[in-house]
């Protein structure tokens, strides 16, 4: 950091394993890329080249190559992987992969129906070649999915060889973990965490009240996805209880309740 300051939590170094910062590439050009490198790249852990973006971003290679220089997973969208899947492309799918050198994969079933059998035996084929990140819950909103099964999804997905399982969120925050208005399902979040370790969960969390929220309920060291690129450092001073919304995290209580009891002066 730039300067010395008491009181900072410690977050996790990179390449790490825990306190990963996703962020969702919807199309940036080369330009942006290498200007999210140079401003935020230290901070960035993946960078998902979102839904079906790759198919018709220019320089492709290029984009891919300027990422992974940066010492930054980047992996395509799970849409594509859907869309591959359901013409029946799967084999053609890897080919992909292995042309782009993409290392890390999502596997997801947002989209389409896929059995969850089927679902995890494509997890455990493409987990012999890559780093497979997979996403649970649907992307519709009317679409319910039980606490339970929620679980049994995620613990089956990591056994099929997942890295992390992604929980779903979609880039505008309102399905799957979250309600219709972005706030958090609670019961939901705490029952997979019965269940699930964190360190293995990437929370989709795109809005800023999600980030706190899972911050304040997880530590800094929260794994947190679907960051817009321009909110990465804004995301890490949250991690680090720099911005307002989560200043008194990490103060010592004595201090924290008398800076709490200052009122200002009328006038």
């Known amino acids: 950091m730039n300067f010395p300051l ?12 825990e306190g990963l910062t996703m962020v969702m590439d919807k199309g940036l050009s080369l330009r942006q890329a290498e200007d999210l490198i140079e401003a935020s790249g230290h901070l960035v852990d993946l960078v998902k080249l979102g839904f079906g973006t790759s198919y018709v971003s220019r320089d492709l290679k290029k984009k891919i190559a300027l990422y992974g220089k940066a010492d930054i997973r980047v992996y395509l969208g799970g849409t594509l992987f859907e869309a591959f899947v359901a013409r029946g492309m799967f084999d053609d799918y890897r080919k992909l992969l292995d042309q782009f050198g993409l290392e890390n994969v999502e596997v997801s079933d947002g989209s389409i129906s896929i059995p969850h059998a089927e679902k995890c035996r494509y997890i455990g084929t493409l987990a012999r070649d890559h780093t497979v990140l997979s996403e649970v819950g649907s992307k519709e909103s009317g679409i319910l999915i039980s606490p339970a099964k929620w679980v049994r999804m995620m613990r089956s997905e990591l056994d099929s060889g997942s890295w992390k399982v992604i929980a779903e969120a979609r880039e505008s925050g309102t399905v799957g973990i979250y309600r219709p208005n972005g706030h958090a399902h609670t019961a939901l979040v705490n029952r997979i965490l019965s269940k699930i ?5 990437l929370w989709e969390a795109p809005q800023r009240s999600q980030q706190v929220w899972f911050i304040k309920h997880l530590g800094p060291n929260v794994n947190l996805g679907n960051v817009a690129h321009d909110d990465v450092i804004p995301l890490e001073t949250l991690r680090l209880g720099l911005r307002g919304d989560t200043f008194f995290q990490y103060l010592p209580e004595e201090v924290a309740v008398k ?9």
């Open 6 to 17: 008491s009181h900072i939590p410690a977050r996790s170094k990179k390449p790490r394993e």
């Open 197 to 201: 370790d964190a360190k293995d969960i």
């Open 259 to 267: 800076l709490r009891q200052v009122q200002p002066k009328a006038g």
